[in-house]
T-cell receptor
Framework: GENVEQHPSTLSVQEGDSAVIKCTYS??????FPWYKQELGKRPQLIID?????GEKKDQRIAVTLNKTAKHFSLHITETQPEDSAVYFC?????????FGSGTKLNVKP | GAVVSQHPSRVICKSGTSVKIECRSL??????MFWYRQFPKKSLMLMAT?????????EQGVEKDKFLINHASLTLSTLTVTSAHPEDSSFYIC?????????????FGPGTRLTVL
């Protein structure tokens, strides 16, 4: 099955700085890579996703890059704000199933 | 659109009892739903894929007789934790795949916090 690894597990940045979270996956058949933000005790919320036929996607302060050859993808958040503080999960999807990374707790210090 | 609800949001039960959790897609049809388990400060672990009108498919290591899944309609899947024990205490989250959409996006429910005493 798919194995998704995510780094770092925790990340502290100063407000206004950028944050980068990286994930690797093992199954070359995976073709969809979403990123979720989860606040404590709440449901995961999709923040951005990318399909395997695209190398980069951007939505305002958030961007995702995908390197299919190396089987890794990254989340980039620019101009971080305190409300960006949460746990972020990457996932790799092979057809229907999602396999999640272990999560990154992002702390944005004001 | 694409709202998923779960009921109950929290449940406390005694060891040995069974607990049923409902997952509903409120404004779309979902032939396929998923059940995840999340331990505190940990990732979401896929437990099983729930298929409307057929048996659920379970991930390796998940006991199908322990976690009974029924997907009786296009908008409802239920997870029953049978003979619950304290180690079953966890946050259970369902998600639903939107029928008719060409991509894989899943919409998550708000989760159910199960505490087994």
């Amino acid at each position: 099955g798919e194995n998704v690894e995510q780094h770092p597990s925790t990340l502290s940045v100063q407000e206004g700085d950028s944050a980068v979270i990286k994930c690797t996956y093992s199954d070359s058949a995976s073709n969809y890579f979403p990123w979720y933000k989860q606040e404590l005790g709440k449901r995961p919320q999709l923040i951005i996703d990318i399909r395997s036929n695209v190398g980069e996607k951007k939505d305002q302060r958030i961007a995702v890059t995908l390197n299919k050859t190396a089987k890794h993808f990254s989340l980039h958040i620019t101009e971080t704000q305190p409300e960006d503080s949460a746990v972020y999960f990457c996932a790799a999807s092979e057809f229907n199933k999602f396999y999640f990374g272990s999560g990154t707790k992002l702390n944005v210090k004001p | 659109g694409a709202v998923v609800s779960q009921h109950p949001s929290r449940v406390i039960c005694k060891s040995g009892t069974s607990v049923k959790i409902e997952c509903r897609s409120l404004d779309f049809q979902a032939t396929t739903m998923f059940w995840y388990r999340q331990f505190p400060k940990k990732s979401l672990m896929l437990m099983a894929t729930s298929n409307e009108g057929s048996k659920a498919t379970y991930e390796q290591g998940v006991e199908k007789d322990k976690f009974l899944i029924n997907h009786a309609s296009l908008t409802l899947s239920t997870l029953t934790v049978t003979s619950a024990h304290p180690e079953d205490s966890s946050f259970y989250i369902c998600s639903a795949r939107y029928d008719g959409r060409s991509y894989n996006e899943q919409f998550f429910g708000p989760g159910t916090r199960l505490t087994v005493l």
